[in-house]
């Protein structure tokens, strides 16, 4: 589940005759992720009008697929699956906003882009919207915003999504990151409303919007960019609620977005070095 959804997984060989089972699971996976995020544009525009204008995501998702194809082509001389940049296209639709045309278009290019320019040992490090997103809002402070929108007292789209959300990550063998992340958010919550006096539920309120859903369904479960390991992903992503805690405590108004920036690349820089140690020990003994 993530907006490379795994670009890199689907450019694996078909499957051999005979294994039927397994070409229906990565056809499943292959395409849940774009109808959840799909669902999640529909629900959260017709409920809120999350969307600046339908120009934008057309924008968006048009530069996203270009530049995938694009760079695809020229780096890695073949042509990439575009699920991963639809899924780019509309969660910088969706989580950035601007007057303008040029932010969307810029972080589209960015996002993409980070999949083929900032890689270790073969495997990017950042999750694409992530990167992209956190590198607007920080950079682009007087030109973009970043969405603020709760599903308020309309519960069911909220509900619609979270179950379908918690199905495919369930099938994608990634709802332990889910679950640790939000269960974090929760406790974490509830300390940062004891310090600093905010009630509660104020403090949980951003779960039930747009953004945390694409945050938690999409850029902290990203397959190419977390670790190897369940428990290594559900230390990651305590890390991440962890570090958002802190950065919510010092008013930072993107937490998320720049907790994971800050988190993930590491963790999975850490675990390819690890990695390759035992390698280069071989080769230096041989």
Known sequence: MSDTSSSDAHDQKPPVEGKTSSW????DTRYAPPVLITLIL???HLSFGILESYKTILLTIGTSVLTELLLGRIVLGKWRNL???YITGISVSILIRSPMYWPYIVCAMISIASKYALRYRGRHTWNPSNFGVSWMLFTAPFSVAGLSIQWGNDLWPML???LLGLFIVWRANRLHITVTY???FIVFSLLRSAITGDLFWAEVAPLTGPMYQLFVF???TDPPTTVGTRKGRMLVAFFIAFVEFVLRLNQFIYAPFYALFLVGPV???LELRRK??????ASAGA
């Open 83 to 85: 699920s991963s940049a």
């Open 267 to 269: 963790a999975k820089f």
């Open 24 to 27: 229906l699971h990565r056809l």
């Open 42 to 44: 529909l629900a959260g």
């Open 218 to 220: 999409f850029m902290i």
């Open 160 to 162: 619609v999504i979270w």
């Open 276 to 281: 390759a140690r035992p390698v280069e020990t």
């Open 182 to 184: 939000v269960v974090s």
